[in-house]
T-cell receptor, first 116, second 110 residues
């Protein structure tokens, strides 16, 4: 597709359940980012991939959160034992070259997660 | 961490220029400044970015001060569709994190 694609666009899950959120970056983009945005706040960094490897996962809030990018394109953010505080919009972004290179970073429309 | 500071809100009359300031005094010498906007319930939309020189594209102009500690995004002829939250972001030096602040909520008035 032309842009960053995220699925599902909306997800309602029960507390304690496991959730996967998928990101399809722009074709050929090597850098991929996950952010989380709570209501009324700016996006907060979660994790950055350069290719297949997580170059910086310092923003993941705890060990219930994990992300993978096994083939260097699609990425999946995984949340175990969801809590109500995990409710937020999860944003994915990608850029052609590594962070700091001055390339444009494109964001997807986000996955709205609600934990009830 | 790098940090940006923006006024929380601004109003602008339709058809007038909207000038949105951002302070990024902790930016390091080789980091770019990016501007995005976010319309309710949508993902951040890229507007423009720059390093040292002023930049212009079809959406906006970016003026960066000589010391690079602040910048101004200019929407030359604001329309009602430009009502959004505008973020300036910089990368935290030595990391891969692009840091968003709380942004400026711009309201364009008819």
């Amino acid at each position: 597709g032309a842009g960053v694609s995220q699925t599902p666009s909306n997800k309602v899950t029960e507390k304690g359940k496991y959730v996967e959120l998928r990101c399809d970056p722009i074709s050929g983009h090597t850098a991929l980012y996950w952010y989380r945005q709570s209501l009324g706040q700016g996006p907060e960094f979660l994790i950055y991939f350069q290719g297949t490897g997580a170059a910086d996962d310092s923003g993941l809030p705890n060990d219930r959160f994990f992300a993978v990018r096994p083939e260097g394109s699609v990425s999946t953010l995984k949340i175990q034992r969801t809590e109500r505080g995990d409710s937020a919009v999860y944003l994915c972004a990608s850029s052609l070259n590594p962070a700091g290179s001055g390339n444009t970073i494109y964001f997807g429309e986000g996955s709205w997660l609600t934990v009830v | 961490d790098a940090k940006t500071t923006q006024p929380p809100s601004m109003d602008c009359a339709e058809g007038r220029a909207a000038n949105l300031p951002c302070n990024h005094s902790t930016i390091s010498g080789n980091e770019y400044v990016y501007w995005y906007r976010q319309i309710h319930s949508q993902g951040p939309q890229y507007i423009i970015h720059g390093l040292k020189n002023n930049e212009t594209n079809e959406m906006a102009s970016l003026i960066i001060t000589e010391d690079r500690k602040s910048s101004t995004l200019i929407l030359p002829h604001a329309t009602l569709r430009d009502t959004a939250v505008y973020y300036c972001i910089v990368r935290s030096s030595g990391t891969y994190k692009y840091i968003f602040g709380t942004g400026t909520r711009l309201k364009v008035l008819a």
